[in-house]
């Protein structure tokens, strides 16, 4: 996984939207969006918050899985040390969850996209299946690798070169 970039960062606040329209760039709405506000730093050491989002579409008609694709949205709040295994029937997260969220530690990867700004550096990607901090720097790395590797993640490029904390390298204003 040459070229990620993992990082344990805390959740400074978390919301969720529901039943978002698709983008212009997608062709199906997403169930659940779950907005994730973090501090990232910058290389003059200055911190920041950066929102990525996490989304996905419930299988309400599957009692054994009501997740789908919303599984990322579950699997942050494992990350975080939330149960996730009394999510109501109308698929509506708890508000406690996001107050348990507020402060804990996880783990997040981004990677470089095939799209290219204007001075030829790639656009950077959130990886939007996070894990727990605990969980290491290979397991999460091997999760992305698997993704890479089985199609699901479609405009990543290896780069030439590492990115940098900077805001001018990560995709703050790339909205995928």
């Known amino acids: ?41 910058s290389k003059d050491g200055s911190s920041y918050d950066y929102t ?11 009692p054994k899985n009501p997740w789908g694709s919303a599984f990322k949205v579950a699997k942050f709040f494992e990350a975080v040390g939330v149960n996730t295994k ?28 095939d799209r290219l700004r204007d001075n030829g550096k790639p656009f950077w990607n959130d990886f939007d299946i996070v894990m727990s901090a605990d969980a290491g720097q290979d397991a999460h790395k091997a999760e992305f690798d698997k993704q890479v590797n ?12 590492e990115p940098s904390a900077d805001s001018s390298d990560v995709n703050d204003d790339m909205d995928l």
């Open 52 to 62: 990525f989002t996490i989304s996905g579409n419930y299988k309400k008609d599957n």
């Open 150 to 161: 089985d199609g699901w993640i479609k405009v990543y490029e290896e780069p030439t070169e």
């Open 1 to 41: 996984m040459a070229g990620s970039y993992r990082q344990v960062v805390k959740a400074k606040s978390v919301s969720a939207r529901y039943n978002e329209p698709p983008k212009a760039y997608m062709n199906w709405n997403n169930d659940v969006c779950l907005d994730v506000v973090i501090e990232k730093q």
């Open 86 to 113: 009394d999510l109501n029937g109308d698929m509506v997260i708890p508000d406690a969850w996001f107050d348990q969220a507020i402060g804990k530690e996880f783990s997040y990867i981004t990677y470089p996209s």
